[in-house]
């Protein structure tokens, strides 16, 4: 299976500013998602991004707040922008081309918002 | 509407008890069924997965679940735990097919001594 790096790990951002989160595979993929997990949630998905189309987002997500980028079939990024202390969560990116193979997940960005 | 619940958010056992974690879903069609596995400070990990055949699907680190289609289940067990299988436990379906996964609450599994 896929092998993700996510970068960062973790940050602690001010109010008012924006992060952005980079998630890198080892291998190409068609379809890549990006997760939200509020504190003591479960994940809720933002959207899902497909190389060379615009992002598709979920009930509740917009692109001004959580713009996506996916340059090529092995890279994306999640910007979280004017951030709240509402932000503060686990951000997870996510790949798999196919729902039966099961999806494969990095290791989150911790982002806390002061 | 489709929905999965997992009906307990934590399960304390002692140290190699079985258990069973569970997961029901509401979906009037076909369905794929996931169990993931968090570790403290980790992303997610498959743990097993149901796509059609046999009910009974066998995962890694000796869990394995069973899918029973007339009560919508898809409950996870494991016959003797160990103090490394503390963890959060999520329950995940897809819809007919589709590419988006639907996670449950999770159970946070506690192991005691």
């Given at each position: 299976s896929a092998v993700i790096s996510q970068k960062p790990s973790r940050d602690i951002c001010q109010r008012g500013t924006s992060l952005t989160i980079q998630c890198q595979v080892d291998s190409q993929v068609t379809m890549m998602f990006w997760y939200r997990q509020q504190?003591?949630?479960?994940?809720?998905?933002?959207?899902?991004?497909?190389q060379g189309s615009e992002a598709t987002y979920e009930s509740?997500?917009?692109i001004d707040k959580f713009p996506i980028s996916?340059?090529?079939?092995t890279f994306s990024t999640?910007?979280?922008?004017?951030?709240?202390?509402?932000?503060?969560?686990?951000?997870l990116c996510s790949v798999g081309d196919r729902a039966g193979d099961g999806y494969t997940f990095g290791s989150g960005t911790r982002l806390t918002v002061v | 509407a489709q929905s999965v619940t997992q009906l307990d958010s934590q399960v304390?056992?002692?140290?190699?008890a079985p258990v069973e974690l569970r997961c029901n879903y509401s979906s009037s069609v076909s369905v794929y069924l996931f169990w993931y596995v968090q570790y403290p400070n980790q992303g997610l990990q498959l743990l097993l997965k149901y796509l059609s055949g046999s009910t009974l699907v066998k995962g890694i680190n000796g869990f394995e679940a069973e899918f029973n289609k007339s009560q919508t289940s898809f409950h996870l067990r494991k016959p003797s735990v160990h103090i490394s299988d503390t963890a959060e436990y999520f329950c995940a379906v897809s819809?007919?097919?589709a590419q988006k996964l639907v996670f449950g609450q999770g159970t946070r599994l506690t192991i005691n001594p």
């Open positions: 504190p003591g949630q479960s994940l809720t998905l933002i959207a899902t991004a497909n509740g997500f917009v996916r340059p090529n079939l999640l910007t979280v922008s004017n951030m709240s202390p509402e932000d503060s969560s686990i951000y | 304390p056992v002692f140290e190699e819809f007919q097919g």
